[in-house]
């Protein structure tokens, strides 16, 4: 049997529909290869989760020698002194007082411990999240997602959560303009509070770029007047730093371009350059609200994914990969905002570092190009260059590359990108 027939006979989840997937038998740094030999530009990156490149040796050679060494203790049994460097070096470099951190295996399973850490340190039960946010696949995790499409098939969710509109200029949800709304989304937060809460509200959980909504980059003041409304009523903000972090649009963590601090963080997708790993982290004080044994993970921690995120923290820093992305991701946006100016199916380019979206729209209404952007991807494909999908209708390209991405390998795909994107009549 070859491995598609596999795939239909023996596992579960279906692949991306309208997408025909690539058998990928190997890959390093941007390149992916296929069964047949063939050599596809990644600019997904296993969506946003090898920031330092396919196989990057340092990386490789941290999770041999500690595989050789120990594979699995238990992080919540026994000491494992990969975890505890690894959560000094978070703490490290995280921004503001953020210190202790929990170990786990999945974005989703991070973003639940933090949650229940907020509820356990504030006492409180209420949830704030944003519409078109969207944190995971588990039921406590879609029930803070603003999006039907993840949530389908999967109800009731969890009471107690309310959403804000989301800081989306594009098709602003109050009809407003940037910047001489004000910034009316985030000041809707004192609305949110005041009428869909009982004044328990925990935490606003939100992604300081919100990824599979799209790539949409909140306006520059959100985050400080989201701050003021969630600081004046006592919650905490929890960032979901799953996709955009380490060094994914150009700094180590998204919410370092908006100087707020949060009160927690959750984080995975890039922490250990494609080992699997989550952590979340908190203020010490916040972090005391747990005592032991309130909350585990037996695989959580593992250490031969800790050796790894240690080694991959090292190489972001050393090989400045959030400069190479700030540099490769202007180039990208520059040209694929040059391709707008002639292309009315382009309607908005967006993006912070390597973290780019494409807006496809099919006229001056702005109706969502759907069918448009599926074309694209498949177009792109064939071409040997891979995207992804996102947004609320499916119509946003996604340019997610690994962040050692060369300026041949960005200039190379945004030459695909162009060529695919004239190829759709509409
Ligand atoms: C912002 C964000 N949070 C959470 C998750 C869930 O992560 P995981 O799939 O590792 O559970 C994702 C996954 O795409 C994400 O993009």
Redesign the pocket.
């Known amino acids: 049997m070859g491995t598609k027939e596999l795939y239909d006979e023996y596992l579960i989840t279906g692949m991306v529909d309208g997408f025909e997937p690539i058998e990928v038998v190997r890959a390093a740094q941007c390149t992916l290869t296929g069964a047949d030999g063939r050599a596809y530009l990644d600019c997904f990156s296993g ?2 989760v090898v920031n330092a490149g396919h196989g990057h040796p340092h990386v490789l050679a941290a999770a041999r020698a500690q595989m050789e060494a120990l594979v699995h203790c238990g992080t919540y049994l026994y000491y494992s002194p990969r975890a505890g460097e690894l959560a000094r070096r978070l703490a490290a470099v995280t921004p503001g007082r953020l210190q202790k951190s929990f170990f786990g295996n ?6 639940e411990g933090a949650l229940r850490l907020a509820k356990q340190f504030t006492g409180r039960k209420e949830l704030i999240a944003l519409n078109m ?6 039921a406590g ?1 879609l029930s803070i997602t603003g999006n039907r499409s993840r949530k389908k098939g999967n109800g009731p969710y969890l009471a107690g959560v309310a959403f804000a509109p989301a800081p989306y200029c594009y098709r602003c949800p109050l009809r407003q303009t940037y910047p001489g709304c004000g910034v009316a989304c985030a000041e809707y937060l004192a609305e949110v509070l005041r009428c869909q809460t009982a004044g328990d509200v925990a935490a606003f959980v939100a ?1 300081p770029v ?3 909504g799209g790539i949409i980059v909140p306006p520059p003041e959100y985050f400080k007047i989201a701050m003021r409304h969630i600081r004046q009523d006592g919650a905490l903000f929890l960032v ?1 730093e ?3 972090g380490f060094g994914r649009t150009g700094k180590l963590f998204a919410i370092e371009h908006y100087d707020v601090e949060p009160d927690l963080m ?1 984080m ?2 890039g922490i250990a350059d494609g080992f699997p790993l ?1 952590a979340f982290i908190a203020r010490a004080e916040i972090a005391a609200a747990f005592k032991p044994g309130d909350h585990l993970s037996t695989f959580g921690g593992n250490p031969v994914s800790c050796a790894a995120a240690l080694a991959n923290i090292e190489v972001l820093l050393a090989e400045d990969l959030c400069g190479n992305a700030m540099r490769r991701g202007a180039q990208i946006r520059q040209r694929l905002e040059a391709c707008r100016e002639r292309q009315p199916l382009i309607g908005e380019v967006r993006g912070l570092g390597l973290m780019i979206g494409v807006e496809l729209v099919t006229d001056r209404q702005r109706t969502p190009g759907v069918q448009a952007a599926r074309q694209i991807r498949e177009a792109c494909r064939q071409q040997g260059v891979l995207i992804g999908l996102g947004g609320l209708y499916g119509n946003v390209l996604r340019v997610q590359p690994p962040l050692v991405l060369t300026a041949a390998e960005a200039d190379h795909a945004c030459d695909v990108m162009e060529w695919a994107i004239k190829q759709v009549k509409i």
């Open positions: 969506i946003a999945s974005g989703a399973e991070a973003i946010g969207f944190h995971g696949r588990t995790t992604e919100m990824g599979e979901d799953v996709q955009s959750a995975a997708k989550s």
